[in-house]
């Protein structure tokens, strides 16, 4: 099992970029996705999650400008990023509680992280 996450880039401010990650491999069930994100020096902080009936949660310096959204039949979750601001450059990362096919169990797993920076 594993997450690919993709879409980061350079941007401007004010601008928009939409970041996806994709679960694959023998995947029983997810329940709850997620992004966080980290800077040089700093703890990894929570962005946006979105639970298996979609109940969604924004940190306070995104709320209003961070869409998540999920497709849950092909176990996929998006981050539609508008109104960027320089300080939400940073590397991206994306998050799963998920069960493999094969456990009863569910883990948590990371994505790679991609990288998201605003110019101002």
């Known amino acids: 099992v594993q997450l690919q996450a993709s879409g980061g880039g350079l941007v401007q401010a004010g601008g928009t970029l939409t970041l996806s990650c994709a679960a694959s491999?023998?995947?029983?069930?997810?329940?709850?996705m997620g992004w966080y994100r980290q800077t040089p020096g700093k703890q990894r902080e929570l962005v946006a999650t979105?639970?298996?009936?979609?109940?969604?949660n924004y940190a306070n310096p995104v709320k209003g400008r961070f869409t998540i959204s999920r497709d849950i039949a092909k176990n996929t979750v998006h981050l539609q990023m508008n109104s960027l601001l320089p300080e939400d450059t940073a590397v991206y990362y994306c998050n799963a509680d998920l069960r493999s096919s094969d456990s009863d169990y569910y883990l948590n797993y990371w994505g790679q992280g991609t990288q998201v920076t605003v110019s101002s």
């Open positions: 979105i639970t298996g009936i979609l109940m969604t």
């Open positions: 491999g023998s995947i029983g069930s997810i329940t709850a």
